[in-house]
């Protein structure tokens, strides 16, 4: 069974960084494309960048181009997200998601998904 954790989240200034991670266990990473997603309170699920499991292709929303960058090492069977010039409004849980076909930006594609992780940026 394939289970995501997510980690690395917390407190940040505006204009910070961080780095969250999401480890794959009970199957390859390889066989799958990450999403991240996330959720802020009262808010609909966003999907904020993907990274297909064939070529590696990146995909990023609007309001994080720029700003985040996602990877994965498949070594350690883990996607991270790079979060930089962080901004108020990039606070929210985020969730990240595994699909085995390919990268899509609806939350209703993704079976399989981490508990979250909780990001706040505040001064």
């Known amino acids: 069974q394939v289970q995501l954790v997510e980690s690395g989240g917390g407190l940040a200034q505006p204009g910070g960084s961080l780095r969250l991670a999401c480890v794959v266990s009970g199957d390859s990473l390889d066989y799958y494309a990450i999403a991240w997603f996330r959720q802020a309170p009262g808010k609909e699920r966003e999907g904020i960048s993907c990274?297909?499991?064939?070529?590696?292709?990146?995909y990023y929303a609007d309001s994080v181009k720029g700003r985040f960058s996602i990877s994965r090492d498949s070594a350690k069977n883990t996607v991270y997200l790079h979060m930089n010039s962080l901004k108020f409004e990039d606070t929210a849980v985020y969730y990240c998601?595994?699909?085995?076909?390919?990268?899509?930006?609806?939350?209703?594609?993704?079976?399989?998904w981490g508990q979250g992780t909780q990001v706040s940026v505040s001064s």
């Open positions: 998601a595994a699909d085995d076909s390919g990268c899509g930006s609806s939350a209703y594609l993704y079976e399989i």
């Open positions: 990274i297909s499991r064939s070529d590696g292709r990146t």
